[in-house]
């Protein structure tokens, strides 16, 4: 008779790595077969590997572990080359995107003649009801009524001139300040960072909690970045800065999300969707087809929510209905309805047919 073959040896995971010191992602490089675990019926399968391919592989990392201790030198130098060739990237590419707009001034007032003339006064009058739409934590935010100042300024020159030179500061003095008080004259960096010297763009990149190394034209990038700006703008810097907040993080807390919690849970179609946004400046997006301000939207929840209140006042009556129902049954007492007829059993009203006017009554059905 042949010798019967030997089955390699397969060892587990936790076993191959805890014997020749490997981890996970040692193991990703080597095939394996899945079997049930035997000591836990519920834990998902084990993962078995060949012996011989895990010490294969053990002894490849140990010569690598060998390889970087003996020459730690040599890859330090290297990995310090390669930062120093990014950083030397970076400060090229950063000094590239800044040379495209140095020496260019914003013009301090936009020419052509309006196809719409209308006193400045009438303008300044609408453009300030638009920037008094703003609500810190409601509905229309400050990239909402940003929007519907640029899409008004469309319209003719005049209103581009207005809405530049007050609509924007109208809003921007209603949006909360920058705070720092070390850092003057916010709308001059924002709009001319190359005449701040380097020290003063430092504090301003420390104060917008962005890191302060490197030369001028990365403290410049990093300072625009974090206002939300790709370039110079004649706008206000905390308007700005509010509208980069709006389309990162929410706040789980505030006022609008709990309206809208209560909306799904009154089955509002929408309120859903708005609710499954990631940043304030897509929820607000979602919100405004069906509530355009804060007050329509609490004037919506309570439409719904006293709906809501209504039927669960219902279902809990019907409930206690049917618990008094049962009750009065085991003891052998008759149900009479308020008539004075018997009640029908079946009724969870305790009422005869002729009073029982309920939509969702078992035995009478709807009237």
């Known amino acids: 008779m042949e010798p019967q073959q030997q089955r390699p040896k397969r060892l587990c995971a936790s076993l191959a790595k805890a014997t020749y010191d490997l981890t996970d992602r040692h193991l990703l490089s080597l095939s394996f077969q899945?079997?049930?675990?035997?000591?836990?019926?519920?834990?998902?399968?084990?993962?078995?590997?060949?012996?011989?391919?895990?010490?294969?592989?053990?002894?490849?990392?140990?010569?690598?572990?060998?390889?970087?201790?003996?020459?730690?030198?040599?890859?330090?130098?290297?990995?310090?080359?390669?930062?120093?060739?990014?950083?030397?990237?970076?400060?090229?590419?950063?000094?590239?995107?800044?040379?495209?707009?140095?020496?260019?001034?914003?013009?301090?007032?936009?020419?052509?003649?309006?196809?719409?003339?209308?006193?400045?006064?009438?303008?300044?009058?609408?453009?300030?009801?638009?920037?008094?739409?703003?609500?810190?934590?409601?509905?229309?935010?400050?990239?909402?009524?940003?929007?519907?100042?640029?899409?008004?300024?469309?319209?003719?020159?005049?209103?581009?001139?207005?809405?530049?030179?007050?609509?924007?500061?109208?809003?921007?003095?209603?949006?909360?300040?920058?705070?720092?008080?070390?850092?003057?004259?916010?709308?001059?960096?924002?709009?001319?960072?190359?005449?701040?010297?380097?020290?003063?763009?430092?504090?301003?990149?420390?104060?917008?909690?962005?890191?302060?190394?490197?030369?001028?034209?990365?403290?410049?990038?990093?300072?625009?970045?974090?206002?939300?700006?790709?370039?110079?703008?004649?706008?206000?810097?905390?308007l700005l800065k509010a509208m980069h907040d709006e389309r990162g993080t929410y706040n789980e807390t505030s006022r609008v999300r709990g309206l809208l919690r209560q909306l799904v849970q009154c089955g509002h179609p929408k309120a859903g969707m708005a609710l499954m946004q990631k940043s304030t400046a897509t929820m607000q997006a979602e919100i405004l087809p069906f509530a355009e301000t804060l007050d329509d939207l609490v004037a919506l929840h309570a439409q719904h929510w006293d709906e809501h209140m209504r039927r669960y006042r219902e279902a809990i009556a019907a409930l206690d209905a049917v618990r008094q129902q049962r009750m009065a049954t085991r003891r052998g007492q008759s149900i009479t309805c308020e008539c004075g007829m018997s009640a029908a059993k079946a009724c969870v009203f305790r009422k005869c047919g002729n009073c029982c006017r309920a939509g969702f009554c078992a035995r009478h059905g709807r009237r």
Not at 48 to 64: C, G, H, K, M, P
Not at 151 to 162: E, F, G
Not at 169 to 184: K, Q, S, T, W
């Open 34 to 238: 899945e079997a049930r675990n035997p000591h836990y019926r519920n834990a998902p399968p084990m993962r078995l590997y060949l012996e011989d391919e895990v010490i294969a592989l053990s002894n490849r990392v140990e010569e690598q572990r060998q390889y970087e201790i003996e020459h730690a030198a040599e890859i330090a130098a290297d990995k310090l080359a390669a930062a120093k060739e990014r950083r030397a990237a970076a400060a090229a590419e950063a000094k590239a995107f800044v040379s495209k707009f140095e020496g260019v001034r914003l013009a301090d007032s936009l020419m052509g003649q309006s196809d719409l003339p209308l006193p400045h006064d009438f303008l300044r009058s609408v453009v300030d009801c638009l920037a008094a739409g703003y609500e810190p934590d409601g509905v229309r935010g400050a990239g909402v009524v940003a929007r519907d100042l640029l899409n008004i300024s469309s319209a003719c020159s005049d209103l581009r001139v207005v809405v530049r030179q007050h609509g924007l500061p109208a809003l921007g003095a209603r949006v909360p300040a920058l705070a720092d008080a070390d850092i003057h004259r916010w709308d001059d960096v924002i709009r001319d960072p190359n005449a701040f010297k380097l020290p003063h763009l430092k504090r301003a990149a420390k104060a917008l909690g962005e890191h302060t190394t490197g030369n001028k034209p990365e403290i410049i990038v990093r300072v625009l970045s974090a206002l939300g700006a790709r370039h110079p703008v004649d706008a206000p810097a905390n």
